[in-house]
């Protein structure tokens, strides 16, 4: 469920004019950052187990960052795990680059943070990100690139049932294959010349 104070911003455009939104030690949703490489997504999922009153323990921070996200294309949907291994990491600071400012826990302790990571090469075009309907969190999506897919901001909320802008995969081209294969063949064309004028030479 979103924080009084998150659904306030979101609500007065918080999401496009905001550029880092400040919070208490409590986390009361998920923090997913996406990544878009040649050909590649990758997503970082974190839940604070130990700030988050919706995450009882670890067990459920580990099930909430696997569960949250779900990848919807050409008709069908897969959980992330379906497609691609989860890396799960245990944390003990923020990204500091994450669009959300945390207070540092009480005491001088550590965050207790956990984080899936997870890379895929989709052979599709376009694909969109959503949390499941009737899902108990909800997720900060944010990008370290200029600004998320289809939006005009470097970060958005997404709550149950909420999917992200169509996200089109930068595939690479054949560029750069043609011009090794053309190299490698050149290169052996060029030894092959090379051979035969030797066997021509006389002794």
């Known amino acids: 469920m979103i ?3 998150l659904r306030f911003l979101i609500l007065v455009g918080g999401a496009s004019l905001a550029p880092l939104i ?8 998920l923090v ?59 944390r003990t600071q923020w990204d500091p ?3 959300a400012s945390f207070a540092p826990p009480p005491n ?3 965050h207790q943070l956990l ?3 997870w890379e895929w090469q989709p052979n599709q075009d376009e694909l969109t990100l959503a949390v499941p309907k009737g899902h108990l969190h909800d997720v900060l999506l944010w990008t370290q690139d200029e600004h998320l897919p289809g939006k005009q901001a470097k970060w958005m909320l997404l709550i149950e049932g909420e999917s ?5 995969i930068p595939h690479p081209g054949p560029k750069g294959w043609i011009i090794s294969l ?22």
């Open 3 to 5: 924080g009084l104070r």
């Open 182 to 203: 053309v190299a490698v063949v050149g290169l052996g064309l060029f030894l092959a010349g090379k051979r035969a004028r030797r066997q021509r030479i006389p002794v």
């Open 22 to 29: 400040a919070f208490s030690h409590a986390c009361e949703f």
């Open 115 to 117: 984080s899936a990571v």
């Open 32 to 90: 997913a950052r996406l990544d878009m490489k040649a050909g590649s997504i990758h997503l970082e999922i974190t839940a604070d187990y130990g700030g988050n009153p919706l995450i009882e323990d670890e067990a459920a921070a580990r099930e909430a960052v696997k569960r949250i996200l779900q990848v919807h294309a050409g008709g069908q949907v897969w959980a992330l795990e379906d497609l691609a291994p989860l890396n799960i990491q245990h």
């Open 164 to 168: 992200t802008p169509v996200i089109h």
């Open 108 to 110: 001088g302790q550590d």
């Open 97 to 99: 680059q994450t669009p």
